[in-house]
Nanobody, 124 residues
Framework: QVQLVESGGGLVQAGGSLRLSCAAS????????MVWFRQAPGKEREFVAG????????RYADSVKGRFTISRDNAKNTVYLQMNSLKAEDSAVYYC?????????????????WGQGTQVTVSK
């Protein structure tokens, strides 16, 4: 059974940094893509970043390009989201998701597995 557990959220001032972690278990993820979505109150869940486990090919939303970096640690079965130069509009619950695929899709509904989410709050 696939399990995704996020951690690393918290409260940070604008301009600061946070690193989110998504610990994955239950199978080998070598044929998976792993992504981060976020959802702010009253808004739809939106794509943030994704990575193809096999070759670490990545994709980013325009709103975070140049500020966020997604990576994975094969030995720890963990995906990271390094978030720098945080803005108030980055505040949301961040979710990790996984799908057996070679393509990073930006649509939440195609993802089969989800974590419980971690709250990120950026104060102005």
């Amino acid at each position: 059974q696939v399990q995704l557990v996020e951690s690393g959220g918290g409260l940070v001032q604008a301009g600061g940094s946070l690193r989110l972690s998504c610990a994955a278990s239950g199978r080998s993820f070598s044929s998976y893509v792993m992504v981060w979505f976020r959802q702010a109150p009253g808004k739809e869940r939106e794509f943030v970043a994704g990575i193809r486990w096999s070759d670490e090919s990545s994709r980013y939303a325009d709103s975070v390009k140049g500020r966020f970096t997604i990576s994975r640690d094969n030995a720890k079965n963990t995906v990271y989201l390094q978030m720098n130069s945080l803005k108030a509009e980055d505040s949301a619950v961040y979710y990790c998701a996984a799908r057996l695929s070679t393509v990073v899709h930006v649509t939440p509904k195609v993802y089969d597995y989800w974590g419980q989410g971690t709250q990120v709050t950026v104060s102005k």
